[in-house]
């Protein structure tokens, strides 16, 4: 039965009306009774079936007893009177002749022997007839049907032969054994061959353990039979049980003479043993009766199994039927309240009142309850339905208020989707930010050594040309890298005050060669055009990163469109394509930086995140609409530029890099960027200090006076100007340049002197000492410069 059906049939039982179940209940107690009863007599029937196997076996047990005593002494008798006749005697003295002699038994002698056990054979109940020496050795036999045994087998093994050759045995004494031969076995009577108070040797009688055996057995015992020698079956009444797993599991239970109950092939059987002696390998041969228990039982109880269940069914059929009546008798007032109720219920209202004078106590008690919870649900419903009206006239009110507060959750959810959308990328940006901060580290060690090298080598040989591809390979790794800070708006950036329509004339060129001939590019610019800050090289990649997007949308050709134009408050760039739009999956996805619709190799999942990170630094904000199938179009909005800036003059290249003798102290918990500044200054000429952290700083400055504090603003424990703080407290100020890639973040925490100098990772060798010259020499001059960022490309 399947499980469903199990509940369903649980279900329905829970379910039905009690008078079944009390029906059921008394069927199922008288069931069980008479499976009770049953069980009690069959267990009864059996333990009086096995005390009467017991005492049969017993009885017969004892009666095979004294068969084996008799035949025994039989045996023996005939043993000894063989050994008495004079042929026999005569035979014996010339044996004993020839033995005090020291000589071996003639032939002639041993021929004579055994013809005189031939003759002695046809007049004893005997199968077999032999004679040992004094060593137990057999010289002569002589047996019915072969199965002689050869001459010179040594019988010592019986320990009724040893028995029987013992000098202190009294002389007329004989002992009982079991002997297995090649040809069958044997149960044998041993008497000493004596002359003249001499043991010569012993005579052996014996007769075949065989089925003839076997059948008397069983006769005699009036039970089957099993005739085993240690875990081996002889012979048996029954062929299924000649098994050595039944012998063996006899042996096992061989622990007297007393009847017991064992379990042979899955039957039990009530059983007891009878010794027959050993044998020469010392193995118990017991002869088994047994009696089938199990199947005297099951002949004794299959007619009462019929009547019980005849008899039952009957009881079971009128427990049913009894308890049935009862339960009708009991719950009648019951089923007639019940009626009552449900006709009040069909008419929504009590119909009068149930008479339960007559009825038994809890049929009143249940009356009383009824009327009681009836007069107080009239109460309650009346009461609702005044409440009902007043609900009717609040409804209007607050399907309004319903209304406008399904308005206020549209605009709150909008918020918190766009509240959500913007903690997800600051949380990537925070990511992004920091592996680019450790990016940094290492490009400003790769490209710093490298160009030392290629300071160091012939700028025709082959390797100077390889140290310029890793010089040119760590460039665009820093500008990855870049472009990673941007999304995370910690990139270092170069403001300044331009004209949006400028920059865009500026790389238009360059956005005609990128996007092909295939696609067409309009310039759409407001005159006059309001000015921005924001750092122009930026500006151009967000241009380019827009414009690659805008091809790889429209490869069957298209119009990008690039407008500027004054907004309230600001300028506006909007760029436009016609391509393929995006689906609603991509828009939620469009700026989290590395994710990517373009095939495997096209595309690094950087660029609107990038742009993201720019517009946002750079104070503006971005938003898209997009259309499957039309196109897309990006609108970045910058605030206007309240005061002009000049913009820095560039640094020019000189073949010799500036040089120094002032000491310079530099902390950087980073050891591979610290030891690259070191070698640096040194090659130029600086007396260089160096310091792990700003503990190890402080230390230093004690004993020295410092020129230069050079330091990384973020380290453990304590930053760059927390250093400078504590530095100043107890001694003139020397000049501080700070090195960080986060100079922006660093600026607004720590609120850094806008005098100092930033010199923004990764940098080289080069821009490394001249931003030291240079500050140097602006402090010599006694110039206060504005803040200023150096640059890898100064």
Do not use: C
């Amino acid at each position: 039965m399947t499980a469903p059906a199990i509940v369903s049939l649980r279900r329905r039982a829970r379910r039905s009306s009690l008078s079944v179940k009390l029906a059921a209940l008394g069927a199922t107690v008288t069931a069980a009774v008479v499976f009770v009863a049953f069980w009690a007599l069959s267990v009864e029937i059996r333990t009086n079936t096995r005390a009467v196997f017991e005492q049969q076996l017993a009885r017969n047990q004892h009666t095979l007893q004294q068969l084996q005593a008799r035949d025994a002494a039989q045996l023996l008798f005939a043993a000894s009177l063989v050994t008495q006749t004079q042929s026999f005697q005569y035979v014996l003295s010339i044996y004993r002749v020839e033995k005090l002699a020291g000589r071996e038994p003639r032939t002639d002698l041993v021929n004579t022997m055994e013809d005189e056990l031939r003759t002695r054979l046809r007049s004893v109940d005997a199968d077999l007839l032999l004679v040992t020496d004094d060593s137990g050795r057999v010289f002569a036999a002589a047996a019915r049907t072969g199965g002689i045994v050869p001459r010179g087998t040594s019988l010592l093994a019986l320990n009724a032969v040893r028995h029987v050759l013992d000098p202190s045995v009294p002389a007329d004494s004989g002992d009982l054994a079991a002997l297995r031969t090649e040809t069958g076995d044997l149960e044998v009577a041993v008497y000493p061959i004596v002359q003249d108070g001499f043991t010569l040797g012993t005579l052996v009688l014996g007769r075949r353990l065989d089925a003839a055996f076997i059948a008397n057995a069983r006769a005699a015992a009036d039970a089957d039979v099993l005739l085993t020698a240690g875990s081996t079956v002889l012979g048996a009444s029954d062929s299924t049980l000649s098994s050595p797993m039944v012998a063996e599991e006899l042996a096992s239970r061989a622990r007297g003479a007393q009847p017991t109950t064992v379990r042979l092939r899955g039957e039990d059987y009530v059983a007891a043993p009878l010794s027959l002696g050993e044998t020469q390998r010392h193995d118990a041969v017991r002869l088994w009766m047994l009696q089938p228990l199990s199947r005297r039982v099951s002949a004794l109880m299959r007619p009462l199994r019929a009547d019980f269940l005849v008899y039952g069914a009957f009881a079971v059929l009128i427990a049913g039927i009894g308890a049935a009546f009862v339960a009708r008798t009991v719950l009648g007032p019951f089923h007639r309240f019940v009626r009552y109720m449900r006709s009040g219920a069909a008419a929504e209202q009590r119909q009068g009142r149930f008479d339960a004078a007559d009825e038994a106590q809890e049929v009143r008690t249940l009356n009383e309850s009824f009327n009681q919870l009836m007069d107080s649900l009239t109460v309650k419903r009346r009461e609702l339905e005044e409440r009902t009206a007043e609900l009717v006239a609040s409804n209007v009110v607050l399907t309004d208020e319903i209304s406008e507060r399904t308005r206020v959750e549209q605009a709150l959810r909008e918020s918190q989707a766009q509240l959500r959308q913007s903690q997800k990328l600051e949380a990537i940006g925070t990511l992004a930010g920091g592996i680019a901060h450790d990016f940094n580290n290492l490009i400003t060690v790769i490209s710093g050594y490298t160009e030392l090298a290629l300071m160091r080598a012939d700028k025709n040989s082959p390797s100077a040309e390889d140290l310029r591809q890793v010089v040119d390979a760590s460039d665009r790794a820093a500008n990855l890298t870049h472009q990673l800070l941007a999304f995370s708006r910690k990139q270092v950036l170069q403001p300044t005050v331009l004209d949006l329509g400028d920059v865009v004339d500026g790389i238009a060129p360059m956005l005609r060669r990128i996007i092909g001939e295939h696609i067409e590019l309009r310039i759409q610019s407001s005159t006059p055009l309001g000015r921005v800050r924001a750092d122009r090289g930026q500006l151009e990649q967000v241009l380019l990163n827009l414009a690659v997007n805008a091809r790889d949308a429209m490869t069957a050709g298209g119009t990008l469109t690039i407008a500027t134009g004054n907004v309230q408050g600001g300028v506006s760039l909007v760029v436009t394509d016609t391509g393929i739009g995006m689906t609603d999956d991509v828009k939620d996805r469009i700026f989290e930086p590395f994710f990517t619709t373009k095939e495997p190799g096209k595309g690094t999942g950087l660029g609107l995140s990038t742009v993201y990170g720019i517009v946002n630094q750079s104070g503006g904000a971005i938003t898209f609409d997009s259309t499957l199938g039309r196109g897309t179009s990006f609108r970045i909005t910058l605030p206007a530029a309240e005061i002009v800036a000049v913009s820095d003059t560039p640094v020019v290249e000189e073949a010799e890099l500036p040089r120094g003798t002032e000491t310079i102290l530099i902390v950087e918990d980073a050891e591979d960027v610290r030891i690259l500044a070191r070698r640096t200054l040194e090659e130029r000429g600086y007396m260089v200090l160096v310091a792990r952290n700003a503990e190890e700083a402080l230390e230093i400055a004690n004993a020295r006076e410092i020129d230069v504090l050079l330091t990384d603003i973020v380290m453990p424990r304590t930053s760059g100007p927390q250093l400078v703080a504590k530095y100043v407290e107890t001694r003139p100020a020397p000049l501080i340049i700070y090195m960080s890639g986060y100079a922006d973040d660093a600026l607004a925490q720590y609120e850094l002197d806008p005098a100092a100098v930033f010199l923004r990772k990764p940098f080289t060798p080069t821009v490394l000492a001249r931003t030291v010259r240079e500050a140097l020499d602006a402090s010599h001059a006694s110039m206060r410069v504005p803040v200023r960022v150096a640059a890898a490309g100064d």
